[in-house]
Every structure is written in C-alpha cells, then in structure tokens.
C-alpha cells in the first residue's frame, strides 16, 4: 500500500524525534514493517531538518500551527460554557507557554444556543487531544491567550463600538456568536489554505475531517446569527477581517434581511482558502507583517508564527526589535507584550493600528445599515 519513498518522506516530515516517527508508524497503520522498516526508524531525519522537497513547511510545523488555533477556540468555548478552560494535561509542551486571558460563563437564555456552544466546545477540546497526540513530543504547548480586552479591540476595529467603550463578549448569546463568528470562518479558511502543503496522507486525511468540523461550526454560528437579525454586525466583522487578511475582497457576511448568505462561496460554489500569514494578520488584530497581538499577546508557537509574508522562524519567539510588537524586544527571561503593551490599552493599540476604514460598495456595513433602515 504504501512504497519506500513515500514512508520515508512521510516518517521525515511527521514528527521532531525518534519517538514521534516511532507514533506515526502506529497512526498510518506501519507496525508490521520488519527489519527494514526499523532500519528506515532509525535513520530518518527529524521534521526541523530540511524537508526532502524544501518546498514548504513540514506537516508538524503545519499541524502545530492547527494546534494554536484550537487552543485559542478551546478556550474561548470552554470558558464560554463554565467559565473553566483547558485542563493542565491539555497545554504543556515545546515553545513558551502562557496563561489565559478573559473568559467567564455566558448566561444563555436560548437552550438550543446554549446546547450547540456545548457541543462544539466538547469539539474543540477534542482538537486539541488529537493534535497533541498526533505530534507527539512535537507538539507545542499553549501560548498566551488574550479573550477579554482582544475581543474589544476587534469590536472597535469593526465599527461595532467606540474607541474606549466596553465589549464583553460573554455578556449575552448575541455577543457570545458574533465572537464566534470570529474565529470560525476564519478556522474554516485556515484549514482550506493548508491542505495542499501537508505530503503525509493520513495527516491530511485529519486535516479535511477538522475542516468539515470547522465548517459545521460556522454554519451553526452563521445560521444563528441570521436568526437573530444580526447581519449588520456579522457584516462589519467580515469587512474587519477583509481588510486585515489582504487587498483582496474575500470574506462574506451573512446577507441581509431579504437575503441569506449563510455559505460564503465564490461563484463555483467554493470556499475560499487562506494562508497562516493572513490568518496570524486576523488572530493578531494587525495587517502589517508582525509576529504578535491580539489575541496572542506574545504570538503563536511553532514555526509559523509570523503574520503577513514573515518567513517561518523556528523558535517561535519574539526577536529584539521585532517590527510591529510595541515593544523593544524580549528575551527569555520575560513575556513580549505585543499590541497591549506595557500599560497601554489594547483596544487604542488595536484600534491605532488598524485605522479601519473599510468601504467596499454593497458589502460595507454603512450600506447594509442604510439599506435596513429604509
């Protein structure tokens, strides 16, 4: 089923150490190898090595990428539900780990609401165990997390608050989807965008069933927020993440009142991809190529840490100097504040930062605004 060449370069591009290769033989179903596919064990290169096509990242770095994202949606869910995040043998690993931020139980007055964030944060708790035990000692632990002032930040930039305004995101089911709303087109399109880099097939194989489960989380929020009558909140948040991910006018609100839009596709019915760069540029509430913000303070874990087209770096941790952050510089010795700064207000860093002035004919919320109004 599976030749030599395509073992070894799976085994090469899986994992970090011996231990992980020896984790993926059981995963791809390779136990029964024999002497030679022990041989082959032993003397495959790590993932951190140069990939045998040095076309791209590896699939761990690739998956550990993953791995941040579903920290950062685990946690907003959780906490969202109980006010309790991730348990402790959920978040250690390689690179800097960090705390959490922000977060407390949303008082639901909607069952079925409340039984659908239930059910996607028992998903996404479950992302997280998968990807960890998929890479293994390669997996990275949980960066810092920001879901409190992070969320106000990405409220002003959208238009749906002023600057120094409040935005609790927890306070009711209305705020509690459009912070979902957030996350989950954006999980959807980050999923799409890295596919065609993983080589392993039965890491991509795991990666189109996160997909579709992403994809069932943003129809569910999607579906929900139409219901509400909140298309024109939906539709400044779309416009917020267009004008961070890129000059190109991709994202989708969900319609307007007499039109639903509840799948956001071109026109062959497709949904758009995006690559870790424009994803990071959403996550830390910055176009601008930096490695850090937002709702990751002190940036991601891992090798894909830098938004824009930063080239992957393979410690993960922020530079002195590094353009962007509003910090000097950090070293090991003390956590990069980046966009919140020290003393600094995060919604004013953000809000600077961005300078949000996203009009784009029909699809500006200014117009669905008129258009409701009418």
Same mark, same amino acid.
């Given at each position: 089923?599976?030749?030599?060449?395509?073992?070894?370069?799976?085994?090469?591009?899986?994992?970090?150490?011996?231990?992980?290769?020896?984790?993926?033989?059981?995963?791809?179903?390779?136990?029964?190898?024999?002497?030679?596919?022990?041989?082959?064990?032993?003397?495959?290169?790590?993932?951190?090595?140069?990939?045998?096509?040095?076309?791209?990242?590896?699939?761990?770095?690739?998956?550990?990428?993953?791995?941040?994202?579903?920290?950062?949606?685990?946690?907003?869910?959780?906490?969202?539900?109980?006010?309790?995040?991730?348990?402790?043998?959920?978040?250690?690993?390689?690179?800097?780990?960090?705390?959490?931020?922000?977060?407390?139980?949303?008082?639901?007055?909607?069952?079925?609401?409340?039984?659908?964030?239930?059910?996607?944060?028992?998903?996404?708790?479950?992302?997280?165990?998968?990807?960890?035990?998929?890479?293994?000692?390669?997996?990275?632990?949980?960066?810092? *997390?920001?879901?409190?002032?992070?969320? #106000? %930040?990405?409220?002003? !930039? /959208?238009? @749906? &608050?002023?600057?120094?305004?409040?935005? +609790?995101?927890?306070?009711?089911?209305?705020?509690?989807?459009?912070?979902?709303? *957030?996350?989950?087109?954006?999980?959807? #399109? %980050?999923?799409?965008? !890295? /596919?065609? @880099? &993983?080589?392993?097939?039965?890491?991509? +194989?795991?990666?189109?069933?996160?997909?579709?489960?992403?994809?069932?989380?943003?129809?569910?929020?999607?579906?929900?927020?139409? %219901?509400?009558?909140?298309?024109?909140?939906?539709?400044?948040?779309?416009?917020?993440? +267009?004008?961070?991910?890129?000059?190109?006018?991709?994202?989708?609100?969900?319609?307007?009142?007499?039109?639903?839009?509840?799948?956001?596709?071109?026109?062959?019915?497709?949904?758009?991809?995006?690559?870790?760069?424009?994803?990071?540029?959403?996550?830390?509430?910055?176009?601008?190529?930096?490695?850090?913000?937002?709702?990751?303070?002190?940036?991601?874990?891992?090798?894909?840490?830098?938004?824009?087209?930063?080239?992957?770096?393979?410690?993960?941790?922020?530079?002195?100097?590094?353009?962007?952050?509003?910090?000097?510089?950090?070293?090991?010795?003390?956590?990069?504040?980046?966009?919140?700064?020290?003393?600094?207000?995060?919604?004013?860093?953000?809000?600077?930062?961005?300078?949000?002035?996203?009009?784009?004919?029909?699809?500006?919320?200014?117009?669905?605004?008129?258009?409701?109004?009418?």
């Amino acid at each position: 089923m599976f030749d030599q060449s395509f073992i070894t370069k799976a085994i090469s591009r899986s994992a970090e150490n011996g231990l992980d290769r020896r984790r993926f033989f059981r995963t791809a179903g390779l136990t029964g190898l024999g002497v030679g596919g022990a041989a082959m064990l032993a003397t495959a290169a790590p993932a951190h090595a140069a990939p045998m096509d040095t076309g791209g990242p590896s699939d761990s770095a690739i998956l550990n990428f993953a791995l941040n994202l579903e920290y950062l949606e685990a946690e907003f869910y959780l906490r969202a539900i109980d006010g309790q995040g991730l348990p402790s043998n959920l978040v250690g690993g390689t690179g800097t780990p960090g705390g959490v931020t922000g977060g407390h139980a949303v008082p639901f007055k909607t069952k079925a609401i409340e039984l659908y964030a239930r059910e996607i944060a028992a998903d996404e708790k479950a992302h997280v165990a998968f990807l960890r035990t998929a890479l293994g000692n390669a997996a990275v632990s949980r960066p810092s *997390i920001d879901i409190g002032a992070s969320f #106000t %930040a990405a409220a002003v !930039a /959208a238009g @749906l &608050i002023k600057e120094g305004e409040p935005f +609790d995101v927890y306070e009711s089911e209305e705020n509690f989807l459009l912070g979902a709303f *957030i996350f989950e087109d954006v999980g959807v #399109t %980050a999923y799409k965008g !890295a /596919a065609p @880099l &993983i080589d392993n097939k039965t890491f991509l +194989d795991a990666a189109a069933g996160l997909l579709a489960v992403e994809a069932y989380h943003a129809g569910i929020i999607r579906t929900n927020l139409f %219901a509400k009558g909140l298309q024109v909140p939906a539709m400044a948040i779309s416009d917020a993440r +267009d004008s961070l991910d890129g000059p190109d006018d991709l994202d989708q609100g969900i319609g307007t009142t007499d039109e639903a839009n509840l799948v956001p596709t071109d026109a062959n019915a497709l949904t758009f991809s995006r690559t870790p760069g424009q994803v990071l540029n959403i996550v830390y509430l910055n176009p601008e190529p930096v490695r850090s913000g937002g709702f990751f303070p002190n940036g991601v874990n891992g090798e894909l840490n830098g938004s824009g087209t930063l080239a992957a770096q393979p410690s993960g941790a922020m530079p002195g100097g590094a353009p962007g952050t509003g910090v000097e510089g950090s070293g090991a010795s003390g956590p990069d504040m980046g966009l919140i700064g020290a003393g600094g207000g995060i919604a004013a860093a953000a809000a600077a930062a961005l300078a949000i002035q996203h009009k784009k004919g029909a699809k500006s919320a200014a117009s669905n605004t008129a258009a409701q109004s009418e």
